[in-house]
């Protein structure tokens, strides 16, 4: 006879239960003394779930924080990241970190995710070295830029392909990254393109350039952009590109993701004004919120002056924690007008989270309050992506 199967509080299993609770105890630690005894706990159960690929466990436990402990999810969501991307326990004297490069690119056309050339690889460990790593430093690149779609799929996964990188770290040597089984990119005109890499550094020593006294994140940037960018420009042809700061990876994908927002505003204004022959002053923009059971993103149709049809469209997601507290529209419509789009709507009332039945396109609001799918008149709907990321 089968036992009856007990649920445990909050139906979690005992390992997402240990990590709730260890979470739970470091948001609410007031002394560095009692932070450091739950933070080594917490670090330990976390590098034994990744070394055991459970992924699972890792997500229950942060759904159950999600929902109930704001502070301990805060917490448990940082320390998986920090344990995923420095890889803990594969080298005693060393530091290891995988980092990303994320590159913003807009086209007309296809934008490329491509295998890195040995003498590009060359040129960018040059300037990595040079104007965003510490003096001493050891580096990996992996021998591909990714698209979103291509990268790491889940905490556990990372944490393997973190593993590979920082090995090859520590010997100072590039990985390469076998395409066939890579999934397919797929087409916006409007995209996110990562290179990956992990650096090493004896423990205790500087990892990047910032870190040095005469060092700072602005000029690191500034450099990357003139230095890097010429590198990867020629396997990038046709796009126009905004190079976001190297760094670790989860915080490099985080500003990715909002670099992107902004981004690809700007994108829509000049890909709409070459491609309609419209400048920003003859286009209109309409904001509109889109919920779920709350508010997941904001969508923006635009149309020409003086018309209600949507010719394109670009969806602006919410991050982390931002609702309420941010006015999300007013930066929108910031972004929108240091564009030069003077004619702006904003809907105040909720949309339903709706997509194209047929191609998956998200719909976009209309002047008239309603949702449609974005339109390109027939006349120039050559080589142009469905719709913008």
């Not at 609702?323 to 030069?340: F, H, K, N, Q």
Request: a negative charge.
């Amino acid at each position: 006879m089968t036992r009856p199967r007990i649920k445990r509080r909050g139906g979690i299993g005992r390992l997402a239960e240990q990590l709730v609770w260890l979470a739970s105890g470091l948001a609410e630690s007031g002394s560095r003394v009692e932070d450091r005894y739950w933070e080594k706990r917490l670090a330990a159960s976390i590098d034994s779930t990744l070394q055991s690929e459970d992924e699972n466990t890792l997500n229950a436990a942060l759904d159950q924080l999600f929902a109930n402990d704001t502070p301990g999810y805060d917490e448990l969501a940082d320390m998986i990241e920090s344990r995923t991307e420095s890889v803990a326990g594969l080298a005693e004297d060393h530091d290891v970190l995988l980092i990303a490069a994320p590159v913003l690119a807009w086209s007309r056309f296809r934008i490329p995710a491509t295998t890195l050339p040995p003498a590009v690889l060359t040129n960018l460990r040059v300037h990595l070295q040079a104007h965003v790593l510490a003096d001493g430093a050891r580096l990996a690149l992996a021998d591909f830029l990714f698209s979103p779609d291509q990268l790491p799929q889940g905490y556990c996964a990372t944490a393997d392909f973190g593993r590979t990188m920082c090995r090859a770290s520590l010997e100072g040597q590039d990985v390469h990254i076998e395409t066939n089984g890579l999934p397919e990119t797929s087409q916006f005109l409007s995209d996110t393109r990562y290179l990956l890499a992990a650096v090493a550094a004896p423990k205790g020593n500087a990892l990047f350039r910032w870190q040095e006294l005469d060092g700072s994140r602005e000029h690191a940037l500034s450099q990357w952009r003139a230095q890097g960018g010429a590198c990867l420009a020629p396997l990038l042809p046709g796009c126009t590109l905004e190079f976001v700061l190297p760094e670790a990876y989860f915080a490099a994908c985080r500003a990715a993701d909002k670099a992107s927002r902004p981004y690809s505003i700007r994108a829509s204004v000049a890909f709409l004004g070459t491609a309609l022959d419209a400048p920003a002053t003859s286009l209109r923009a309409v904001i509109a919120p889109f919920s779920d059971n709350q508010v997941e993103e904001y969508r923006i149709g635009f149309t020409l002056s003086g018309r209600d049809e949507v010719v394109h469209g670009v969806v602006w997601p919410l991050l982390g924690d931002e609702g309420d507290a941010v006015d999300t529209p007013s930066e929108i419509e910031t972004v929108l007008r240091e564009c030069g789009v003077t004619d702006v709507l904003i809907h105040e009332h909720r949309f339903p989270l709706e997509y194209c039945d047929d191609c998956g396109a998200p719909m976009y609001p209309s002047p008239e309050g309603e949702v449609a799918h974005a339109e390109m008149p027939e006349t120039h709907t050559e080589q142009v992506p469905r719709h913008l990321h």
